[in-house]
Each structure stands twice: as C-alpha cells, then as structure tokens.
C-alpha cells in the first residue's frame, strides 16, 4: 500500500473587501486545486501573513483600511515573498504604474472572464496548478487514441451548454431528482474526456444539489471549458 503523503495544493491568499468578487475570485481560484485562503482588509491580510505560508498573493488593490500597496509592504514585512497580483475595477496607467512599482508582477481588471484569471494563475503559479484536461486520463480510457479522444471531447463540449441549461432550469424548479440525473451523466461524460477540474466539482454539487457556492463553481468550470 502507497502511504507516502499527497503533495500539498498551492496556497493564494485573496485579499478582497466586496463578497461578490470574492467569492467569484475565491471559486475560481478553486477550479485549479488551489488552497485559497480569504482576507477581507489590511489588518486581516497582515494576520494571515504571518501565521502561514504562501505561494501567490492576489490582492485589491483598493481596500477599506489602505490600498493594496500597504498591503503588499505589510506582507514582504511579514516574510511573504511569493509573486503578486493585483486586481482592481480602475485600471487607469497611473494606478497601474504605481502597482508595479510597488512590487506587483501583474494588474488584472476586473471583471474578467474565468479563463483569463486562470491563465493569470497559471502564469504564476507554473505546473502546480490542475489542468483543464487530462490528456493522460482519457488515453488510458479510451485505449491509447488521441484521434477518438479529440472526437469524443468535441462531443462533450457540443453538449455541454444544454446541459447546463438542464442543470440551471432544475434548480430554478427545485427539482433535485433532475439535478443528480443529469449531474451523473455529467460525471460519466468527464470521465470519458478527461475533464479533471469539472468532475471534481460535479462529485461536490452531487453531495450538496443546491448549494449555491457550489452552483456557481459548476458555471465557472463549464465557462473555462468553452472558452478553449
């Protein structure tokens, strides 16, 4: 039996003051398997800083107690040395240069679609991140050919859209029965095509059909997979 430990997720403190752009930052951030660890303000950030370790650090650059430049000194101050993105709804040049001078590596605005904070995320973070396919899964599946494999992930994504929309119109109906339904032939379906990141969330929503967070989760996976 392997008892040799599993490697740990990538940690990214998310420092965001609004709940709505945390939580779609927070979901996000989730789809690649990191460990996403909230603060909502300077003094909270400064805590987190130093009580653990991380490997990115995305920021507001707009906070309630101070911009997002003192929040980034109080880290480095802390110890942090991990790179650091910023993200704000007022990208003007002059906010941006002083966010880089500061130290940030990059400035996102938002909002901005699922797919290009994950290549944001990506960028930063390298290989530690989940892919959005699992080329070696689906080989293993389906016998070792890519060509069937490229025919049946064509497929998946053909009807991907109606069945979110099946998923969406159940949950507006309350209608838990059609919800695991068509979430089981989602699961199926992923396993086939080696959508890793969208199954791990479709086995969280069959656990909990209604919960809201993980609701959105699903949208979000489903956006970064038609966005490829």
Do not use: Y
């Amino acid at each position: 039996m392997n008892t040799s430990p599993s490697p740990a997720r990538p940690r990214l403190l998310l420092v965001e003051d609004d709940p709505v752009s945390a939580a779609f930052l927070a979901e996000g951030a989730a789809l690649l398997e990191l460990d996403v660890q909230r603060a909502a303000n300077v003094a909270s950030a400064r805590a987190a800083g130093r009580a653990d370790r991380f490997d990115l650090l995305l920021i507001d650059a707009h906070l309630p107690d101070g911009p997002g430049e003192d929040v980034l000194m109080a880290l480095r101050e802390a110890g942090q040395d991990a790179p650091a993105l910023a993200h704000t709804a007022a990208p003007d040049a002059d906010l941006r240069q002083r966010l880089h001078a500061a130290g940030f590596s990059e400035v996102l605005c938002k909002p901005l679609p699922i797919a290009e904070l994950h290549a944001a995320l990506r960028r930063h973070l390298g290989a530690g991140t989940a892919p959005v396919w699992d080329d070696a899964a689906a080989l293993a599946v389906l016998g070792g050919r890519p060509e069937q494999v490229a025919a049946l992930r064509g497929m998946f994504l053909d009807e991907l859209p109606g069945q979110r929309a099946r998923i969406a119109a159940a949950v507006q109906r309350g209608d838990v029965t059609t919800i695991r339904d068509e979430l089981h032939r989602l699961s199926a379906s992923c396993g086939f095509v080696g959508a890793t990141q969208l199954a791990a969330v479709v086995q969280r929503l069959r656990a909990a059909p209604t919960d809201a967070a993980v609701l959105g989760t699903l949208e979000a996976a489903i956006d970064v997979l038609l966005a490829q």
